[in-house]
């Protein structure tokens, strides 16, 4: 008995039905970068290992996909070594690529690569498929899409401040009511310097970003585990629950921080970049969250997240500053800023609130009915102009009972259907129904597009 086919756990397959709503998101971000002045670019699925290890923590490195070297992946590796089971060292000998993680580190790269020929600053956008190793859940995929925006070679807030109206634009748009998160790893920083644990910044990031996951008391005993003290513990804890409006959270955690100049300087960035898109207007909340972290290691000023307020679900936009990470691929002294739309993510949000418009669920415009030869090449003459009109068009391929064709315009949502039999034939126009309104209306070619645009 033939295996029953199926896909790795954590991918899925999507229906056409599934596409047309995934391109409308799609179509919607790719719009809005195109009107912020953003560049597209790809870069491959896979990369050098040695790109990717070390750019996204110790955790991060666990969930990158390795790529067994061609051929004979074993060659070289001595029988002791697959004896001692060392997964770190065997790994460095099989493998040399991995799929990427995320697109950002890949832009590093790219932009190091051809520093020669790109215009500084630089603003790209990247929309294409990303890999992590990652258990599967409710909203967590092993393959999934991202949708970057960044900006490089420029240390100017106002990339910041654009990026978060570039934000509140997209889900304006998508009807998607949204917070916005807000954090700054300089303010982060002088947190660790003020409760005297400067240096367990990443087990304390690494910590405080999985709150909203465990809980603050999981996340005080994890700190613990990595080496702090009750009392330290006890002093971050008032920062990680501190509530109030933006205004008063500043000043409460600017008196917290006054012996960090570092920390006071995060204060400082997040006030501008606050207040400018707050001078812009918007839509969605505005929020800061000292207890967000994003626990990427190559963060280094401001830290973006959105969260969606009417789906339980993770976060669907993230991103914030990483001056330093060009620097690893040496080309230090080029600051970034950037953001990264969870695709399958605002999907799933947008599946659950039913969002979206109702054209999108139709490929097709308009169906023609088949009737026979001299009826069929009548209609083909007219789905070519309507083509070349833009109006999408097809016609039935099989001469079929009516009642067969209008379950199949039903059954793919075909808002139009066009009649062409004996009588239309001769007078050169058509019958066209509107399925919705169960409406008819004789027309000819023009009449057609018009009614039809």
């Known amino acids: 008995m033939a295996q029953k086919p199926s896909i790795p756990k954590g991918t899925r397959d999507f229906s056409p039905a599934e596409m047309a709503r995934r391109n409308y998101i799609f179509n919607t971000i790719k719009e809005a970068f195109r009107l912020f002045g953003y560049h597209q670019i790809e870069t491959p699925a896979m990369e050098n290992l040695s790109t990717l290890m070390g750019k996204y923590g110790e955790e991060g490195d666990k969930l990158l996909f390795k790529i067994l070297n061609s051929g004979d992946y074993l060659k070289g590796v001595e029988d002791a070594e697959l004896g001692e089971r060392n997964p770190v060292k065997l790994t460095n000998k099989i493998s040399e690529k991995g799929l990427r993680y995320d697109l950002t580190v890949p832009f590093a790269r790219f932009v190091v690569q051809y ?94 970003d999985k709150i909203d996951k465990i809980g603050i008391d999981n996340v005080n005993a994890e700190l613990m585990e990595k080496g702090l003290s009750g009392e330290q513990v006890a002093r971050l804890r008032p920062v990680l629950e501190l509530e109030g409006d933006n205004a008063s959270k500043l000043e409460k955690m600017e008196a917290f921080l006054a012996d960090s100049p570092t920390g006071l300087l995060g204060i400082a960035e997040l006030r501008e970049v606050l207040g400018g898109f707050d001078d812009l207007g918007h839509q969605c909340e505005a929020d800061l969250d000292f207890s967000l ?161």
């Open 115 to 208: 520093r020669g020929e790109l215009q500084m600053p630089f603003k790209r956008y990247q929309m294409q498929p990303v890999w992590r190793a990652d258990r599967p859940q409710k909203g967590r995929y092993r393959e999934f899409y991202q949708c970057d925006a960044d900006v490089v070679g420029s240390d100017s807030l106002n990339n910041e401040i654009e990026l978060l109206s570039l934000l509140d634009f997209v889900f304006a748009r998508l009807k998607v009511r949204v917070a916005i998160k807000l954090n700054n790893r300089k303010v982060l920083a002088g947190i660790a310097e003020v409760i005297g644990a400067p240096d367990k910044l990443v087990d304390i990031t690494v910590a405080i």
């Open 293 to 453: 972290a994003r626990g990427l290691n190559y963060y280094t000023g401001t830290i973006i997240e959105v969260k969606a307020l009417d789906v339980q679900i993770g976060s669907i936009t993230g991103g914030g500053r990483y001056d330093n990470l060009t620097g690893v691929f040496g080309m230090p002294g080029l600051s970034g800023v950037g953001i990264s739309f969870g695709a399958d993510r605002i999907y799933d949000v947008l599946n659950q609130l039913d969002l979206y418009p109702s054209e999108v669920s139709s490929a097709v415009k308009v169906m023609f009915v088949n009737f026979g030869k001299a009826e069929a090449k009548a209609a083909m003459s007219m789905i070519g102009r309507l083509r070349r009109e833009g109006i999408s068009a097809q016609l039935y391929p099989d001469e079929a009972k009516m009642k067969k064709q209008m379950a199949f315009a039903n059954a793919e949502k075909i808002p139009f259907v066009a009649i062409i039999g004996e009588s239309e034939l001769e007078q050169g126009k058509v019958m066209l129904k509107d399925m919705q309104a169960g409406t008819q209306e004789l027309v000819d070619v023009d009449g057609l597009i018009e009614r039809l645009k």
